[in-house]
């Protein structure tokens, strides 16, 4: 079962995190080579049975991949939007929270606070 998480940095920080997020999708692509040369391996000796279960355990790691590019890309359409937005430069500063980049959901809302101009 997947689920949500959320937790803030400072927008100049969300590259960084990014990598960090993509790292995990590069580790499963270091496990996924070796999967694919196994169910190689057994397809080649006929070891069907044996094939089935690692072809199970090399499609979950495909999900796996697949969800966390899914929410590293959703991150970096909310930062573009974020650049974008910022760079438009209306005269009025964006909320003090920011964009909220939702990763689950790929969405982009912009934060409610407003910054206090008194």
Not at 54 to 65: G, P, S
Not at 86 to 107: C, I, K
């Amino acid at each position: 079962m997947r689920v949500r998480i959320s937790y803030g940095v400072h927008i100049e920080d969300v590259p960084t995190e990014i990598e960090q997020l993509f790292d995990f999708v590069y580790e499963k692509k270091l496990k996924l080579d070796n999967q694919l040369e196994l169910v190689e391996k057994l397809l080649e000796e006929r070891e069907h049975e044996a094939s089935i279960e690692a072809m199970k355990r090399l499609r979950k790691t495909l999900e796996e991949m697949d969800a966390r590019i899914s929410d590293v890309s959703s991150i970096c359409e909310g930062l573009v939007a974020y650049k974008e937005q910022d760079t438009q430069g209306d005269g009025h500063e964006v909320s003090t929270r920011g964009p909220f980049m939702d990763s689950a959901s790929d969405n982009v809302v912009q934060g409610t606070e407003q910054p206090t101009g008194n």
